[in-house]
Nanobody, 117 residues
Framework: QVQLVESGGGLVQPGGSLRLSCAAS????????MGWYRQAPGKERELVAA???????NYADSVKGRFTISRDNAKNTVYLQMNSLKPEDTAVYYC???????????WGQGTQVTVSS
């Protein structure tokens, strides 16, 4: 059974940092690349970072150079280190496996990130 639990969000000033965590069920974590998504109010959910089982990474242009995705295979956990945060990074952040994620499929509760002075 798929289970995804995101944590680590909060309120931060522009230029600040946050580290998000996502605990995933073993079946999904060990089988697929993992990604972090975000959904801002009134916008569609978008993939911002992904990491393969072997550790190769990809980033959306909007976060490249500021965000770093990583995974701990022993803990079935994927992380998103977010630096130099901007107000436009404000969104609910979710993790999932891009290979199997669908808009109406399973998603965790997400974690709210708010960047504001």
């Amino acid at each position: 059974q798929v289970q995804l639990v995101e944590s680590g969000g909060g309120l931060v000033q522009p230029g600040g940092s946050l580290r998000l965590s996502c605990a995933a069920s073993g079946s999904i974590f060990s089988s697929y690349a993992m990604g972090w998504y975000r959904q801002a109010p009134g916008k569609e959910r978008e993939l911002v970072a992904a990491i393969t089982r072997g550790g190769s990474t990809n980033y959306a242009d909007s976060v490249k150079g500021r965000f770093t995705i990583s995974r701990d295979n022993a803990k079935n956990t994927v992380y998103l280190q977010m630096n130099s945060l901007k107000p436009e990074d404000t969104a609910v952040y979710y993790c999932n496996a891009p290979r199997i994620a669908t808009p109406k499929g399973y998603w965790g509760q997400g974690t709210q990130v708010t960047v504001s002075s």
